[in-house]
Each structure stands twice: as C-alpha cells, then as structure tokens.
C-alpha cells in the first residue's frame, strides 16, 4: 500500500493568494483527518470525515478554512485568503475506525504532509 | 487544564540507558492510548497501542498504562541514538468519537 498521499509537500504562496492541501487516504479507511502543527501549537486538528461526512470541524481556525471529502479516496483542504500566519506543516491522516478490536482501528496512519509557508 | 498532558522535556539519556515518557490524560472514560514518534521534518509514526491497564512490551518498548491514576507511559530500554525524535501521546476518549487528542510531545535525545 502506497500509505496516505499528500501534495503538494511543499508550497510557498503570497498572503491573500488561495491555497488548496490534497490527501488521498489508504485505501479501504473510512476516516480521514487533517491536522496543522506549528512549534508553538503543536499537532491541531483541524476537522475529521467518517465515511466522507464531516464529523467535528470545531478545530477549523476561521471561515478562511474549508475542507471537503467528495469520496472515499480524496479531500481537500482550502485556505482562501492566505495569511502568513497560516505557515505550518499540515499532515492528513486516515484510519480505518470500528475496523479492529481493542483500539487498532484507532490507529491513525499520517502523510508526509504539506509545509505551507505564507509570505 | 490540557486533555493530555506530557513532560515538557527535553529529555536527555545517554545510549544504553532506560528512557522514560509520561503523559497524563484527564477524561477518565478515555479507552485507548497511542505513542506516536516522529523524527524531524517527519511525519508522526505510531510505535505503540495499549488500551488495557497494565503493561504491554514489544522489542525494546514497553507501554505501560494506569487507568486509575490517568497515566500511561512509555519506556525505551537500550535507548539508542536512532530513538532521537519526540514522542507524542495520544488518547481517545469514550466521547471523542473517531478522534484521538495529541499531547505536546517530549522531545527525546540519546547521546552516544
């Protein structure tokens, strides 16, 4: 399996510029979640999908953030405008929940993640 | 008061020796307990699960979890240099649905 697929891994943009995250998840996992982390906040969720339905969004910073999951093999997460202090590294995540017993569908498979920095 | 907290660390052991990772969680109906690590510039990978009281050892590590007291931690014997990157807890709670809450994470360094 070719684990949770992010791009791009990098992007540098201008403030105000629109900036879209892509995840592809593991296939067959029914729950995806997209986290920020920054040194000074540590790892944030930001929302999380199960079954592409949006479960928990309160971790969303502002109106700026949107995120969608139109099937269960891709989301996206949009920042429209941009602002510097939106520089972070934001990691997608997928785990298969209710799939194992004793907490393994718990277990949350991270991409490489994306580092976004606003300019 | 945090959801899950962590020693702030950083903390430094030398190689060969036991390290030692706490964390501390406050929703007492939480049911299962991760330790991710994640080396620099990487992403966070999980090492360990455990979700019942008592320890659960594999390879080198060692979780181990008190319900009672809100606690599960980590060991590392042999620490290796390789063990260098920080290590973050993770707790889901009974009310949390799908989602796990992230500590801080403990930055761990092992010196040769």
């Known amino acids: 399996d070719a684990g949770v697929i992010q791009s791009p891994r990098h992007e540098v943009t201008e403030m105000g510029q629109e900036v879209t995250l892509r995840c592809k998840p593991i296939?067959?996992?029914?729950?995806l979640f997209w986290y920020r982390q920054t040194m000074m906040r540590g790892l944030e969720l930001l929302i999380y999908?199960?079954?592409?339905?949006?479960?928990?969004d309160s971790g969303m910073p502002e109106d700026r953030f949107s995120a969608k999951m139109p099937n269960a093999s891709f989301s996206t997460l949009k920042i429209q405008p941009s602002e510097p202090r939106d520089s972070a590294v934001y990691f997608c995540?997928?785990?298969?929940?209710?799939?194992?017993?004793?907490?393994?569908?718990?277990?949350?498979?991270f991409g490489a993640g994306t580092r976004l920095s606003v300019l | 008061q945090k959801e899950v907290e962590q020693n702030s660390g950083p903390l430094s052991v030398p190689e060969g020796a036991i390290a030692s990772l706490n964390c501390t969680y406050s929703?007492?109906?939480?049911?299962?307990f991760f330790w991710y690590r994640q080396y620099s510039g990487k992403s966070p990978e999980l090492i360990m699960f455990?979700?019942?009281?008592g320890d659960k050892e594999d390879g080198r590590f060692t979780a181990q979890l008190n319900k009672a007291s809100q606690y599960v931690s980590l060991l590392i014997r042999d620490s290796q240099p390789s063990d260098s990157a920080t290590y973050l807890c993770?707790?889901?709670?009974?009310?949390?649905?799908?989602?796990?809450?992230f500590g801080d994470g403990t930055t761990l360094t092992v010196k040769p």
């Open positions: 995540a997928s785990s298969l929940l209710g799939g194992a017993s004793g907490g393994a569908g718990d277990i949350q498979y």
């Open positions: 296939s067959g996992h029914n729950s």
């Open positions: 999908f199960n079954n592409n339905v949006p479960i928990d």
């Open positions: 929703d007492r109906g939480s049911q299962s």
């Open positions: 455990i979700y019942s009281n």
């Open positions: 993770a707790v889901k709670g009974l009310s949390n649905a799908g989602k796990s809450t």
